[in-house]
């Protein structure tokens, strides 16, 4: 599976969130070419803060993976770039690369992943690869959907910044 096709996959999951009133954050985690974790964010579902849509794909891929080696390195793909919280969670559960389509300016772990990642890194605790930018208009489209229907307030004036043009950096 091509990072594009699975950005692809998670903007789909993006899309179902939206569809449930939730910020259009999708991801999922694959193994080789198999979808191991998929899931959207679910604040308002859920009523609870840390169930960021790439902390629950992995949480899923940990359950159904469990312990045991794996024949291929994890990958994952978000339609946002993660937060610290969800790249530290990254780390443990052994993904080796990231794709996203969004940067986050204010919150986001790419930044912290390059300064991190260094020849003396343990290969038990590696900081993964992270490219952006994949299909970030589609989930730029998705933010955009969301904010014509939000109420006024931090969440909406903090997804309006993820629409603006920010010089499109690319990780």
């Known amino acids: 599976m091509t990072p594009d096709e699975m950005v692809g996959e998670a903007l789909a999951v993006a899309a179902e969130g939206l569809g449930n009133g939730e910020h259009p954050i999708g991801?999922?985690?694959?193994?080789?070419?198999?979808?191991?974790?998929?899931?959207?964010?679910?604040?308002k579902t859920l009523a609870r803060r840390l169930v960021h849509a790439?902390?629950?794909?992995?949480?899923?891929?940990?359950?159904?993976?469990?312990?045991?080696?794996?024949?291929?390195?994890?990958?994952?793909?978000?339609?946002?770039?993660?937060?610290?919280?969800?790249l530290g969670a990254a780390m443990v559960l052994g993904v080796r690369e990231i794709y996203y389509a969004l940067e986050s300016p204010v919150d986001g772990g790419a930044e912290i992943a390059r300064r991190r990642k260094g020849p003396d890194e343990p290969d038990w605790f590696a900081t993964p690869e992270m490219t952006g930018g994949i299909r970030r208009a589609e989930s730029r489209d998705?933010?955009?959907?969301?904010?014509?229907?939000?109420?006024?307030?931090?969440?909406?004036?903090?997804?309006?910044?993820l629409i603006k043009d920010h010089g499109d950096r690319v990780a």
């Open 142 to 161: 998705l933010y955009r959907r969301w904010c014509e229907t939000a109420p006024p307030g931090p969440m909406r004036d903090w997804a309006e910044t």
């Open 27 to 43: 991801a999922v985690v694959v193994l080789g070419d198999e979808i191991v974790g998929r899931a959207h964010t679910s604040e």
């Open 54 to 86: 790439d902390l629950l794909a992995m949480t899923e891929a940990d359950t159904r993976l469990g312990w045991g080696r794996r024949h291929h390195p994890l990958r994952m793909a978000v339609t946002l770039e993660p937060c610290l919280m969800c």
